[in-house]
Nanobody
């Protein structure tokens, strides 16, 4: 059974930083595609960043230059370093992963979606 467990969310003031972690278990793949989504109240879930099986990285336009996705394959953990956070980035952040060889692309953007974590709340206050 594949499980994804996010951590690292919390409350921070605008301009602050947080680092999210997502520990993956049960997935027999050291470099499977993974990513981070977020869903703000009343809004649709959106892809924040993804890293494909081939290593290709995507960032949403609104987070480029401020967020960094990374992974530690030995620890089966995906990270999202978030700097210069904005109030409008208050949301539940979800980790997602794909089985080996499974990948959905839309307009050349990789969207992982086979497995999901429960989410971690990030609240950015002014």
């Amino acid at each position: 059974q594949v499980q994804l467990q996010e951590s690292g969310g919390g409350s921070v003031q605008a301009g602050g930083s947080l680092k999210l972690s997502c520990v993956v278990s049960g997935l027999i793949c050291s470099n499977c595609g993974m990513g981070w989504y977020r869903q703000a109240p009343g809004k649709e879930r959106e892809l924040v960043s993804s890293i494909a099986e081939n290593g290709r990285v995507y960032y949403g336009d609104s987070v480029k230059g401020r967020f960094t996705i990374s992974r530690d394959n030995d620890k089966a953990t995906l990270y999202l370093q978030m700097n210069s956070l904005k109030t409008e980035e208050t949301a539940v952040y979800y980790c997602a992963a794909d089985d080996p060889g499974s990948a959905f692309y839309k307009l050349d953007v990789y969207y992982p979606s086979d497995y999901w974590g429960q989410g971690t709340q990030v609240t950015v206050s002014s």
